[in-house]
């Protein structure tokens, strides 16, 4: 059958998510044993990284809609969709370089990021995301779109729309 017995793709000796011949361990797997994590041909690489901006209220959840009295946080997201872990690097210390909150009418506030000037290396864990906040505060009523740029490689950003009202 297809769920279980064994020649079944979910469980048994042959399955596909365990045993010795499975995808995700033994000495054979892309994730782990003697090949690494860099191992076999289907391995992933930086550029299959998600590079993703979010607007958070005053608890931490992500949204496009908030109160003029919720204190924002704004978050830059790398997320790895693969079964991999991603080592990038970034020229310095920081994940991000640039972060920017722009209204309808296209007044911005901007924020630079001070980094320490050392190669910095950074690993994405299979499955998981690596983030950067800053604390924005309290907004007026109006539209903005939130503006990360990543200080991975030259035009890697991030923008996010949403509303305070």
Same mark, same amino acid.
């Given at each position: 059958?297809?769920?279980? %017995? +064994?020649?079944? @793709?979910? $469980?048994? +000796?042959? %399955? @596909?998510?365990?045993? +010795?011949?499975?995808?995700?361990?033994?000495?054979?797997? &892309?994730?782990?044993?003697?090949?690494? &994590?860099?191992?076999?041909?289907?391995?992933?690489?930086?550029?299959?990284? /998600?590079?993703?901006?979010? =607007? *958070?209220?005053?608890?931490?959840? !992500? %949204? =496009?809609?908030? $109160?003029?009295?919720?204190?924002?946080?704004?978050?830059?997201?790398?997320? #790895?969709?693969? !079964?991999?872990?991603?080592?990038?690097?970034?020229? &310095?210390?920081?994940?991000?370089?640039?972060?920017?909150?722009? @209204?309808?009418?296209?007044?911005?506030?901007?924020?630079? =990021? !001070?980094? !320490?000037?050392?190669?910095?290396?950074?690993?994405?864990?299979?499955?998981?995301?690596? +983030?950067?906040?800053?604390?924005?505060? *309290? /907004?007026?009523?109006? *539209?903005?779109?939130? &503006?990360?740029?990543? #200080?991975? *490689?030259? %035009? =890697? $950003?991030?923008?996010? #729309?949403?509303?305070?009202?």
């Amino acid at each position: 059958g297809d769920t279980g %017995g +064994e020649t079944g @793709d979910t $469980g048994g +000796e042959t %399955g @596909d998510t365990g045993g +010795e011949t499975g995808d995700t361990g033994g000495e054979t797997g &892309d994730t782990g044993g003697d090949t690494g &994590d860099t191992g076999g041909g289907s391995a992933c690489t930086a550029s299959d990284l /998600l590079w993703e901006a979010e =607007v *958070r209220d005053s608890v931490g959840v !992500a %949204g =496009v809609l908030f $109160g003029p009295r919720d204190d924002l946080t704004m978050a830059a997201v790398v997320r #790895n969709p693969c !079964a991999n872990d991603i080592v990038f690097q970034t020229p &310095d210390t920081c994940l991000t370089n640039s972060w920017s909150v722009t @209204d309808s009418s296209g007044m911005g506030m901007g924020l630079a =990021v !001070a980094c !320490a000037p050392s190669v910095t290396r950074w690993t994405v864990p299979a499955g998981g995301t690596l +983030e950067e906040t800053q604390p924005w505060g *309290r /907004l007026r009523v109006e *539209r903005y779109v939130l &503006d990360i740029q990543f #200080n991975f *490689r030259m %035009g =890697v $950003g991030a923008q996010e #729309n949403f509303e305070v009202q």
